[in-house]
């Protein structure tokens, strides 16, 4: 037995070290059936004499290693004896800039008692990670963080905190990143029948137990960034029985209860979820137990590779197109589409299957309107109110190219209805959470049908789309990058989690972003000719830019931009979606 587990964590290291994902020292197997509690551990008392200003600062850093849950109470050493009782800080963060400062509130705001003092934590906020584990940026970004903190002299000449803290942790963004392991939990979405990968943020240490962590937040269900736009297969009343556990064959067990009893297709579903979950915190074989028995009756240890396909794009022989002088051409050879049928188009936009384009057309009179057709001739105008401008139109994938949106304006989002005789029918959408934030310019569906990417007020955006028998909604709006991203010119979704915008900037004219604005990345900045005004992006496809001069590609962020092949000086690509 011994000889067969020390074999089983070999074999798991070596996977481990070719896989970039997992950190380097994963250990996927709990070999313990039980949930235990964690171990509680004696913290270290600070050194003696530190003034109350170090005493804060050091609380602030220790608070990084307190936040796993909880287990270790590192930062509570800083505190007196009654504060320590009954301090018990929740599931949550606020993130602030490594470089903040402790000082001492001005002399109104302390205390006539010398004995205490009332110290300024000053900084920056970064964001802040929900109790849902979900990173949420700071709006504004980077802004003022001031949090005042009261400590006292104690009996022993040792200065502690005593209060009133928040029972969300302040830690640093230095220390998030050492200490938290981004993970992309998978709920489905029924509108388009795919995985939606929610990214969230779990404590890395100790490594043996992620699978359990991620597996407690699929059990909780989504982010309030996607409820309402994707659903939890496994229902509300599931739970982990114990623990997840690597056995004798080298798999991890994962054992559910609460499932009920689903049909055989939701049962695969319910891995596939699963699965997906767990693939960057563990290379080893996934089994899921339902009460104690394998979920499905025919195979009981899965990986991804073994998982049925859930396609999010457009099939790799479509090449995508782009509009210049009125037409559109190919991006592939760059003849005009047969006929030459379009003229006077805008912007426009490829439906997922290739069957179809939708354009925004000029009209006379500096009226644009929406019009959508086969590729080689124009149906009717869909039954929607012109306007001055519209945003390049964008596919739903849910229903095989029967629904496009578009924004009006900046003010109003209407989505084209394909009815069920042969019609194009515009119905509105509720924005109202999004256009409150200014003028929309920019507006692109994810693939997966769950999200929008918005340029509103020229920052990035994204939303959730909620849908029910009422109608369509946009939910949970939050801006990306604010501070970074100024003035953003248009959006694309390079996958389901990441988003490529363009700018006006001549430092950061196309950054990657993910959808949850952790992070930005820039793109090489050689070649291009600021203001980069189009974008388009796709799994598995370079990204195409364009500038007043044309189109320009690259497929890694280093790259050096290069000449597209197929281009104009008003060229503005798009790929289908």
Known sequence: MKTAVKLIALAVMLLASGCANIPAE???????GERPAQAVQTPQEPEKGLDALTVVRDFIKASALTASGNASPT?????????????APVKGLTVIEDTFGTVYAPEPEQTADPNEKVVLVRGFMVGTLGQDSAFIPAVPASGDYILPVHVRLQADNQWRITGPLSNNLVITERDFSANYFKVAVNFFSQDSGVFVPDLRYVFAK???????????LVVDGPSEALKGAVINLLGPDARLEQNVKGVDDGSLVVPLTGLGDPPIEKRRLIVAQIVLSLQNVTTSRIKVLSDGK??????????VNDLASYPVGAPPELNGMYTADGGIFSLFDGRPLQGNAYHDVVSAAQSLDGKRLATVEKLSGDRMVLRIGGLDHQEEVVSAPQGE???RPTWRAATGGAEVWTAVDGTTVLRAVLTGDGKWKAQGVNATDLVDLGKITALRLSRDGARVAAVVADKLMVAAVVRTPEGVRLTAP???????LTNVTDVDWASQDTLVAVTSSTSQPVVKVPVDGRRIDGFNSSNLTAPVRGVTASPNKPT?????NGLWVASELGEVWRPHARTAKDARPFYPG
Not at 75 to 87: C, N, P
Not at 544 to 548: T, Y
């Open 26 to 32: 994963m250990q996927p197997v709990v070999l313990s």
């Open 75 to 87: 930062a509570s050493v800083y505190l007196d004896e009654e504060t320590r009782k009954s301090w």
């Open 206 to 216: 100790p490594q043996s137990g992620l699978p359990n962590r991620v597996m407690d």
């Open 294 to 303: 394998p979920i499905l009756p025919d195979k009981d240890a899965w990986r």
């Open 389 to 391: 401008f519209l945003t």
């Open 478 to 484: 939050r801006s990306l990058r604010n501070a970074d």
């Open 544 to 548: 195409i830019v364009a500038d007043s």
